[in-house]
């Protein structure tokens, strides 16, 4: 960390700053221009300045910067290598291990639907149904999901499948309910920032399926993730689906894929890309998928729907069965042509 101190600051005020810092256990190192003092402060800083508003307040001080990332546990400095997490005997995910492909509708409708698109899914080549039970809708009186029914179908699609399940927790008093029916929890982009959340999800033994809140920076996501590592539970997927920008008249967000090498350079989590809501049309859902394979991602979170023109939510960014059995099979096109590129030694950010 460094505090930068304001043009021609007192002695008095450098030696303010430089006692707090070793109030504080730190040590502080001065490099004296000839305008400007620059303080570094040497030591493990995480836990022991939780905000830099401690130097901030300070008279004389310009600005505080920390150098070292704020996130520690998340960090590839923490730990090198890629994580891989088994989800279920024999699916996984992260580092050198398959690309791994979640499929389904956006929420779980009718047993019927529900069955059939849990075999579509399979048959395109999912390890992974997705369907939400509990549906997180900005409008009131729109369909917010089965519900417990919701779950219980799930359960049985994954019975009758062999697939594993990833579903939406929106309130932490159904976590118990979500366990019985889910191998990975998803926390949506509305609740990344639930924070009261996020600390129970650590207390769980499940994989969480953390995806990027609308208009969270890098940063505050991968604070998210470590928030939940924090509170016990290691195996968080990031799950790359689009952010807010200021033209939403031809998609839905903006797909951020850069955030794929850059979460690969700074973190060892696997990271995963839902192209369905990083566009919001089927249209673009092809070319979005590939490219996310192309950046690196460690897999897929796709929305299928075996008659998208009436599905409940999420129609229009819907493929329809199809759709996806053309998409995976140039999917693993993709995937073998980079997957050499991105092995663990060779990863997109190249660290
Ligand atoms: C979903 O996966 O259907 C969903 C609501 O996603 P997000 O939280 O990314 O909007
Ligand atoms: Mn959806």
């Given amino acids: 960390m460094i505090i930068i101190m304001e043009p021609h600051a007192s002695d008095e005020q450098i030696n303010k700053v430089v ?32 905000s830099t508003d401690v130097f901030d307040e300070l008279s004389g001080v310009f600005r505080t910067e920390r150098v070292q990332v704020p996130f520690r546990l998340a960090s590839r400095t923490f730990k090198k290598e890629d994580s891989v997490y088994e989800i279920i005997p024999g699916v996984k995910i992260g580092g050198n291990e398959d690309l791994l492909v979640m499929a389904g509708p956006c929420s779980v409708e009718s047993e019927e639907g529900i069955m059939q698109t849990a075999h579509a899914a399979k ?60 191998d990975i929890i998803q926390v949506g982009a509305r609740n990344m920032q639930n924070f009261s959340m996020l ?24 604070l998210a993730a470590e928030r939940i590592i924090h509170h016990g539970n290691e195996r968080v997927i990031l799950c790359e689906r689009g952010i807010r920008s200021f033209d939403s008249k031809y998609t839905r967000n903006v797909l951020d894929l850069a955030a794929i090498p850059v979460i690969k350079q700074l973190s060892h989590l696997p990271i995963i890309s839902d192209p369905s809501h990083g566009t919001g049309k089927t249209a673009y859902v092809k070319s979005m998928t ?46 073998s042509l980079v997957k050499p590129m991105y092995s663990p030694k060779k990863s997109p950010a190249g660290v």
């Fill in 19 to 50: 006692n707090r810092v070793q109030e504080l256990g730190l040590k502080a190192i001065l490099n004296k221009g000839e305008i400007q003092t620059v303080v570094a402060v040497i030591g493990d800083e995480t836990s022991k300045v939780p």
């Fill in 123 to 182: 048959a395109g080549g999912a390890k992974v149904l997705r369907g939400g039970a509990y549906k997180p809708r900005t409008a009131p009186r729109t369909f917010e999901g089965l519900g417990e029914l919701g779950l219980k179908l799930l359960k049985q699609a994954s019975k009758e499948t062999g697939l594993a399940v990833v579903t939406e927790i929106m309130d932490i008093r159904d976590l118990d309910l979500v366990c019985e029916a889910a």
């Fill in 199 to 222: 600390n129970e999800l650590g207390k769980s033994k499940k994989p969480i399926l953390l995806k990027r809140g609308m208009s969270s920076t890098i940063d505050e996501w991968l």
């Fill in 290 to 335: 590939l490219a996310s394979v192309a950046t690196g991602a460690d897999g897929l979170i796709i929305e299928i729907h075996p008659d998208p023109e009436n599905a409940l939510s999420d129609g229009p960014q819907s493929l329809k069965f199809h759709q996806f059995y053309d998409l995976m099979e140039e999917v693993k096109q993709v995937r």
